[in-house]
């Protein structure tokens, strides 16, 4: 039985949709952010030494294994449970772009989203009220001159890539459409997506109206990265 360790808010809602899309059962138990710092709870700490989420656990007659890490769960869901289904062939020019979005949507374009949040929220509490100025005028600065162009970059990229194929891997849904879900909705929400991306936009729009995707919200609660 696979028991997902979901977060409110958080990268293991993709995790969610993957198990609903495979078939698979599971069970999810549920956890709440810090209200204040937002952090996950120390609890998920006795699931896995980093405490963070998503996190698996798996357990059968050869025992329980526990993996974290989104790729990880995703290549080990889809091997172990996906009889063929969303992954290309080995050999194809689509399983080599699979393998490549698995990576690329943690390894490159993540750190941004996340560097964006922080960036956003430098000036605000908990900063000193003496140093919220200086913090504002840094974090407007690092965003205007690196970060929003870098994001850019990725956006623009991402845009053309999606113009070659409805899919990130193909003509055909797989893992790394999941996996790249977090990532776009994440720059829906605060990294500049929006209507001059018509692929991205339209490809987020796909995937909200797949019913896997609609039971996931059900079972993982609300999603505010989509708010």
Do not use: C
């Not at 998920?44 to 656990?57: D, E, M």
């Not at 995703?74 to 490549?100: C, F, K, V």
């Not at 053309?160 to 797989?174: C, H, N, Q």
Request: no cysteine.
């Amino acid at each position: 039985m696979v028991v997902l360790h979901h977060l409110e808010n958080s990268r293991s809602q993709r995790v969610l949709w993957l198990l609903e899309a495979l078939g698979v059962p599971y069970e999810v138990k549920r956890y709440e952010r810090n209200k204040t710092t937002m952090l996950a709870p120390p609890e998920l700490k006795a699931v896995h030494p980093l405490g963070k989420s998503p996190v698996i656990t798996d357990r059968d007659g050869d025992g329980e294994r526990t993996i974290a890490e989104s790729g990880a769960i995703i290549e080990y869901l889809i091997g172990r449970y996906g009889n063929g289904r969303l992954i290309p062939a080995e050999g194809t020019p689509q399983r080599l772009r699979y393998t490549y979005w698995l990576h690329y949507a943690e390894g490159s374009v993540m750190p941004l989203m996340v560097m964006k949040l922080v960036f956003s929220h430098l000036s605000s509490p908990p900063m000193p009220f003496v140093m919220r100025p200086v913090a504002g005028l840094i974090s407007t600065g690092v965003q205007r001159k690196w970060l929003d162009p870098q994001i850019d970059l990725h956006l623009n990229y991402i845009e053309s890539e999606l113009g070659k194929s409805p899919w990130f891997a193909g003509d055909e849904m797989t893992g790394a459409d999941i996996q790249m879900s977090f990532p776009l909705e994440a720059a829906a929400s605060r990294g500049g997506l929006d209507q001059r991306y018509p692929k991205m936009t339209g490809f987020l729009r796909r995937i909200h109206a797949l019913p896997a995707y609609q039971r996931a919200l059900e079972k993982g609660g609300p999603y505010r990265l989509l708010s």
